[in-house]
């Protein structure tokens, strides 16, 4: 079965930078875009961007240009999204999820909660 | 980018229920929507995909329907597990947008 594992959660000062790891497997790693969506407390669910483990090709919200960056090592099958300049705005759980061939996500990885605090 | 909208953003709701939520969007997309149901503490649960299709292992009790700008989710009798809050999602075009969600708690 599908399973995406993200790494643990982390506390990080303003102006740091965060690296989130997701580890998939039950399926084959390269044929599926990996997504990363991000809940604030109290907020909705945001979408940052994704990654084509086959390529390495990104899309990125517009919001988060500049800051994030998402990376893939297949001989690993894992993905990771870094997001620099932390504020306190940052503080989330951020998901990895599996992108269907249209676009939907199907399967979440369980969260990882990353705090931004002085 | 594409901005979509949740009607009602909470309401009370009772076991056996027959529970609908509204979706729009900003401009049309076609089908191209799912929903999603999140739980505190638990990742997203994608229930609907292309607007109307039931996700494999998703109770029969969720549909969805619609196209262009307004989409409906619909519980045909609300459990007790379906007490959560419920997300549509656009992946139209970049960047993918979600709904402000909708919560469903006990009445």
């Known amino acids: 079965q599908v399973q995406l594992v993200q790494s643990g959660a982390e506390v990080k000062r303003p102006g740091a930078s965060v690296k989130v790891s997701c580890k998939a497997s039950?399926?084959?790693?390269?044929?599926?875009?990996l997504h990363w969506v991000r809940q604030a407390p109290g907020q909705g669910l945001e979408w940052m961007g994704l990654?084509?483990?086959?390529?390495?090709?990104?899309t990125y919200a517009q919001k988060f240009q500049g800051r994030v960056t998402m990376t893939r090592d297949t001989s690993t099958s894992t993905v990771s999204m870094e997001l620099s300049s932390l504020r306190s705005e940052d503080t989330a759980v951020y998901y990895c999820?599996?992108?269907?061939?249209?676009?939907?996500?199907?399967?979440w990885g369980q969260g990882t909660l990353v705090t931004v605090s002085s | 980018a594409i901005r979509m909208t949740q009607s009602p953003s909470s309401f009370s709701a009772s076991t056996g229920d027959r529970v609908t939520i509204t979706c729009r969007a900003s401009q049309g997309i076609s089908s191209y929507l799912a929903w999603y149901q999140l739980k505190p503490g638990k990742a997203p649960k994608l229930l609907i995909y292309a607007a109307s299709s039931l996700q494999s292992g998703v109770p029969s009790r969720f549909s969805g329907s619609g196209s262009g700008t307004d989409f409906t989710l619909t519980i045909s009798f609300l459990q007790s597990e379906d007490f959560a809050t419920y997300y549509c999602q656009q992946y139209f075009s970049y960047p993918f947008t979600f709904g402000p969600g909708t919560k469903v708690d006990i009445k």
């Open positions: 039950g399926y084959t790693f390269t044929s599926n875009y």
């Open positions: 990654i084509n483990p086959s390529g390495g090709i990104t």
């Open positions: 999820a599996r992108g269907a061939v249209a676009g939907y996500s199907d399967s």
